[in-house]
């Protein structure tokens, strides 16, 4: 039986588009309304997730620019969701934490989108989750072919870094090393 690979690009198109489109922005609306855009939601998840980072650390995190990273800070600040403050060694550095109230709502968030992935999971049959799982882990290793693929599609975790992801087990395939919460 020849494989559909057109099918399967649009059927993983369509399935990203249902984990940002529907998930999280699902996930945004049911916890924080509309007083964050997904943009910003990514920005404020990296800052919690990364606790005195800096602005580049944002910007590479989040694969935008420096300017792009200064605006969505200068936007997370007048919500009042994140800080800026100076680094004790260089006066240069700004480093960002976030505030109680943008900790809150990253947190609400994320756990608004686990409930909902889980949700679904339910939803399309207990056997899919394991299969669904396992296939998705053996895509992202089979599609990071060097360091660049591996730092392109890292998603900076954090506090929930774990050396079984995937990426890391791609990256410890190709260098040696287990990648650290870069």
């Known amino acids: 039986m020849k494989v559909d690979v057109t099918r399967i690009d649009r059927v ?4 990203c588009s249902v984990v940002e ?11 924080v309304g509309n007083d964050l855009s997904r943009a910003q939601f990514c920005g404020l998840q990296f800052v919690y997730l990364h606790p005195q980072c800096c602005i580049k650390d944002l910007a590479r995190g989040l694969a935008v620019s420096h300017p792009a990273a200064v605006k969505l800070v200068e936007r997370l600040e007048g919500k009042k969701l994140i800080t800026r403050s100076p680094d004790e060694h260089d006066r240069r550095v700004v480093q960002l934490t976030a505030t109680r109230t943008g900790a809150r709502r990253a947190k609400s968030v994320i756990e608004a989108r686990t409930e ?33 693929d ?14 079984d992801c995937p990426v890391c087990q791609a990256e410890y395939a190709l260098t040696g090393e287990l990648r650290t919460d870069a």
């Open 150 to 163: 591996v730092n392109g599609v890292c998603l900076h975790c954090g506090g929930s870094h774990d050396d």
């Open 116 to 148: 909902a992935m889980e949700a679904i999971l339910a939803k399309s049959g207990g056997i899919c989750a394991d299969g669904l799982l396992d296939c998705l882990e053996s895509f992202v290793r089979a599609a990071l072919a060097n360091e660049h």
């Open 21 to 31: 489109g529907i998930v999280t922005e699902r996930a945004l609306r049911e916890t």
């Open 12 to 15: 993983c198109r369509l399935f």
